[in-house]
């Protein structure tokens, strides 16, 4: 029989919400239209069992199959009756507490239901059925002209998707159970009109959403609009920990602006303000005076990334670090973190956990968690896979069946990877770092050349 601790799949789900601010969420209807997060919770069924998306803490909750077969008696039975029925393989012990875990993050209700719903689909063999976040590039216009972006291009896309487009994605992604949407760029607020309307859409519809911007065209018209949205999250691009330094990367005057807009964003609404900075040959010796910036505007987390030799950056090969400068600027943040009380998250790097443990296989979140969508519709598994890794268009077919029957999606997935990663004791999580990295060096399969293991000998590599 089964201990109640095999039917949630991640206990750390858990231990956050004991940290988490309880606030009960006030559903709302507005203008007639019933707002999906009436329930609390929204399932899927998943080839590991059942992965449920939680309205009040943005997250997913990932659960085995004796557990969502118990959610789906509880439709119609009582406890008595599903405790019954399940009593072959769960203990009454463990049964009872699983249910009372289940009460305490209200995803039973006082009367012993599931309270939320569980999505009609079936389960896809071996992958989870659809994303779990889309990152929709809402347009590729950007103002600036930053020498180590990522783009190649800076005026927005020939035939960029509609508002009826994009109103018909969010439509799609909530009847399959993707709750998370990042909107950015170029600049998401280059389409300023278009993206009040989305956010206002995709909130509606219980869709988290996160921002990922500039920052510098949020003055105080424009905060305070968004400051009626509960937006999850802004991410603002920090390339620079000083003026200078900023300046050089972004253009002259632009700290002042963003600094201005920050301080605006601070004072008229609450969201969590995550500064990222793509680590570069101009900036990586800033790790210390980045976080004394992330806590001198007040930000909640730092959010790091080491630059890939992709768009503008391409052309710009004096802007790539060594594998041994990012070792070393790695280093030092995880020294940092160790006392900081910033928030830091190190972003497609080797030895990070590449998010919850529901995929199987080599890679990264991309294509397995995660897609990206560009401006004009087409899919891939993220902003740096587009190259090799197409996995159809919006346009003209189901997000879902992309997702799941892409040729190239199915492709990605199965790469085999490397040796060397996969006798890796960091593999579990690791999962062989970052597969666009590796792509841009001629082999998706090979390792990431950020990974600095290669460059260490027998006896430093374990001492990571
Ligand atoms: S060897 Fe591969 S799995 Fe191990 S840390 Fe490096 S990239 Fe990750
Ligand atoms: S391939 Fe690299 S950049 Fe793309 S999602 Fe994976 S880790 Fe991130």
Known sequence: MRKYKFFI??????????????????????????????????GRREYFGSLFYDFQKGDYIPFDWDATYIFELSSKNNLDEIAEKVKKRISKESFLTFIQLCKSIELFNSESKLAG???????????????????LQLTNKCDLNCRHCSQETRGPLENELSLKDIYKLIDEMVAIGTFEL??????????????????KYASEKGVSVYLSTTGLFIGRVLAKKLADYPIKGIRISFDGSTEKSFDYQRGKGTYRRLVRSIKTMRELFNCPISLHTVLMDTNHMEVLSFIKAVQKFRCNHWSVDFIKPVGQAKGNKHVLLTPEQMR?????????????STSIKINSF???????????GFGCVGGNLNCW????????????????FHAGNIRNH?????????????LFRAISGNEVCRECKYFEFCRGGCRAR??????????????????EDEKKKRKI
Request: proline fraction near 5%.
């Open 9 to 42: 799949l991640d206990f750390s789900y858990f231990a956050g919400f004991i940290a988490f601010d309880i606030k009960l969420m006030k559903y709302e209807k507005k203008k007639g239209r019933t707002l999906v997060t009436e329930h609390h919770f929204v």
């Open 117 to 135: 719903e569980l999505l009609p689909y079936m389960p896809v063999k071996g992958r989870i059925s659809a994303p779990l976040r889309v990152h």
């Open 182 to 199: 990042t909107l950015g760029g170029g600049d998401p607020f280059c389409r300023e009109k278009d993206i009040l309307k989305v956010i």
């Open 328 to 340: 070393d600027a790695f280093r030092t943040i995880v020294k940092v973190q160790k006392y900081s």
């Open 350 to 360: 080797p030895y990070q956990s590449r998010g919850k443990k529901i995929y199987s």
């Open 373 to 388: 969508i560009d401006a004009q519709g087409n899919v891939f598994p993220c902003s740096f896979l587009k190259d090799s």
């Open 398 to 410: 189901s997000l879902r069946d992309i997702w799941i029957y892409s040729a190239n999606l199915q």
């Open 438 to 455: 590796a792509q841009f060096e001629g082999d998706v399969n090979q390792i990431d050349p950020a990974c600095f293991l290669e460059i």
